[in-house]
């Protein structure tokens, strides 16, 4: 398994669950069209030893690397990346990070 792990916080005067309903619809979106196999969205709770840590990872799992490429492929197309669904995430998150993770 591989995954995509974004790490992200909602930019100031918006609200945690309006976050988390848009991350969801476009996670929902993605997985009916078979872009990624599974999806978690995480609130962190304690940020112990990290306090630069953003309020929320959500990980996005796919088979193997072809099909995190191709979903990646996908969400790189023109307009893709500011429009419907991932544009209006874009448009409420702030302290953007991403890392890839791979099963051991």
Do not use: C, W
Not at 27 to 40: C, P, S, V, W
Not at 42 to 58: E, I, N
């Amino acid at each position: 398994m591989i995954s995509y792990n974004v790490f992200f916080s909602p930019r100031t005067g918006t609200a945690d669950e309006e976050v988390v309903a848009a991350v969801r619809r476009l996670l929902d979106e993605l997985k009916a069209a078979g872009q990624l196999r599974g999806f978690r969205i995480l609130r962190v709770t304690d940020v112990a030893s990290f306090p630069a840590l953003p309020r929320f990872q959500v990980i996005i799992d796919y088979a193997n690397q072809a099909e995190l490429d191709a979903g990646l492929a996908s969400m790189r197309q023109p307009g893709r990346v500011h429009d419907g669904a991932h544009g209006a995430v874009i448009r409420l998150v702030t302290d953007f990070r991403v890392s890839f993770t791979a099963d051991v």
